[in-house]
């Protein structure tokens, strides 16, 4: 892993969140790296309560959130064309890869990204 920092994909904030011990083992101690569109998942909830939300907020104030950049969007073009992720996994993607970064998900999709450091959680 790159130093103590990680980057993190919405389902893994949503575990956390849910109060999974082994997520947050994993990651109450690492500098959290998210992308904007985590913090948009995670605000746009339609049945969102209001102490749900902030709560996310919470979180969100302790995670370095990135915002798309012209190297990103143009990683995001590749990546989607090569492995067919949806546009959000592909930003999520992107973003991980262009900071260098170990992406931390449940989602078993993104190994279709060679060129990505990934960590799947497994429950």
Do not use: H
């Not at 947050?24 to 209001?50: A, G, H, Q, R, Y």
């Not at 959130?65 to 546009?87: A, H, N």
Request: proline share 3%; charged share 30%; hydrophobic share 45%.
């Amino acid at each position: 892993m790159s130093g103590n920092r990680i980057f993190v994909d919405t389902n893994i904030l949503l575990y956390f969140l849910k109060g999974d011990q082994d997520v947050i083992e994993m990651i109450s101690d690492k500098d959290l790296v998210i992308s904007f569109i985590t913090e948009l998942e995670l605000l746009s909830f339609p049945k969102i309560t209001t102490d749900s939300e902030e709560t996310i907020k919470g979180l969100l104030k302790s995670c370095l959130i990135v915002d798309v950049s012209p190297e990103i969007k143009d990683l995001t073009i590749e990546f989607r064309r090569k492995s067919k992720l949806k546009l959000p996994d592909s930003i999520v993607a992107a973003t991980a890869f262009y900071y260098k970064l170990p992406l931390l998900t449940a989602d078993k999709q993104f190994r279709t990204v060679e060129e990505l450091e990934i960590i799947i959680y497994e429950m």
